[in-house]
């Protein structure tokens, strides 16, 4: 099984890219966007100057618990700069969505309530509401990491797609807005009341 086919299999039909958009990324933008792929992982990241976005990590379940998703965070915690992700929100039928979480958690990243993020995939149509982690090693606030998703999102996410999917994906202002009154509750503290229950 190729890294593309690995991706496709874990993650839903409406969070993945085309595997000619990720070829187009990997080749057009190889100075930002890059693969890390080993025997029991697939990780896609965009590197820029002031953070790192992570696109896609996947580990096998055949080798969880070998601490694999952790070395892959510490190689890029070395490089000193904020992480960011998108994580689906907690979906307590899919105990994936709650492993996911409670890792992070533990690989210190904190839940940005105040951005709201929320797509159209090209795919299904459908609304996917996702919410941003991060991992800052030097204290940045929730408004910086907003900007660095804007960024991110016209950079990576949003590139050639007219050309690749024959239609664009809505300007970032409709997807990605900023607001310290939004009604969020943290994901984190969510699943440590799930486990309490």
């Not at 976005?53 to 998703?69: E, L, M, N, P, T």
């Amino acid at each position: 099984m190729n890294w593309y086919e690995k991706l496709s299999k874990y993650f839903p039909v409406e969070e993945m890219k085309s595997k000619e958009h990720m070829d187009m990324l990997l080749k057009e933008k190889g100075d930002v966007y890059h693969k890390d792929e080993g025997e029991y992982h697939v990780l896609m990241y965009a590197e820029f100057d002031t953070f790192i976005f992570i696109d896609y990590v996947y580990v096998s379940a055949k080798s969880r618990g070998q601490g694999i998703g952790h070395k892959i965070i510490e190689k890029l915690k070395e490089h000193n700069k904020p992480i960011i992700l998108e994580v689906e929100p907690v979906d307590y039928d899919d105990t994936d969505t709650e492993k996911r979480l409670h890792f992070y958690r533990r690989e210190g990243f904190t839940h940005a309530q105040y951005i709201d993020y929320n797509r159209r995939s090209l795919a299904t149509n459908e609304e996917t509401p996702m919410e941003i982690l991060y991992w800052s090693p030097n204290d940045e606030t929730e408004e910086e990491i907003y900007q660095r998703m804007k960024q991110m999102y016209e950079d990576i996410h949003t590139y050639k797609d007219e050309e690749i999917y024959g239609k664009s994906y809505q300007p970032v202002d409709e997807v990605l807005t900023y607001d310290e009154n939004r009604d969020s509750d943290n994901i984190f503290e969510a699943i440590q009341t799930s486990e309490k229950a």
